[in-house]
């Protein structure tokens, strides 16, 4: 069964940091990792992903604060976010999928999501 957990969310300040983890259970090493998130009356947007070759993307949105890395050991995809801003709130999901395409660029067609876990940024 492929199932994907996310944790480390929660409450931080303005400029703060925070990092997310996604443990992946299931799955085969061909599979690439994104996050995704949804902030209250918004759509669901990416964020970042790591694809199953190591290579990683960032939407323009937190190049230069949020680093996506990898544990292959521990199975296990993590969101360093830095410089946090009001405007980082909402729900974190981790996603994953076979085709890099689909996770990137169709993600309504992504095969696994994780619960999400909220992330708050306030003073």
């Known amino acids: 069964q492929l199932q994907l957990v996310e944790s480390g969310g929660g409450l931080v300040q303005p400029g703060g940091s925070l990092r997310l983890s996604c443990a992946a259970s299931?799955?085969?090493?061909?599979?690439?990792i994104g996050w995704f998130r949804q902030a209250p009356g918004k759509e669901r947007e990416g964020v970042s992903g790591?694809?199953?070759?190591?290579?990683?993307y960032y939407e323009d949105f937190v190049k230069g604060r949020f680093t996506i890395s990898r544990d292959i050991a521990k199975n296990t995809v993590y969101l360093e976010m830095d410089i946090l801003k009001p405007d980082d709130t909402a729900v974190y999901y981790c996603a994953a999928d076979r085709s890099p395409y689909t996770l990137r660029r169709t993600p309504k067609y992504v095969e696994v999501w994780g619960q999400g876990t909220l992330v708050t940024v306030s003073s």
């Open positions: 299931g799955f085969t090493s061909d599979y690439n």
């Open positions: 790591i694809f199953s070759d190591g290579s990683a």
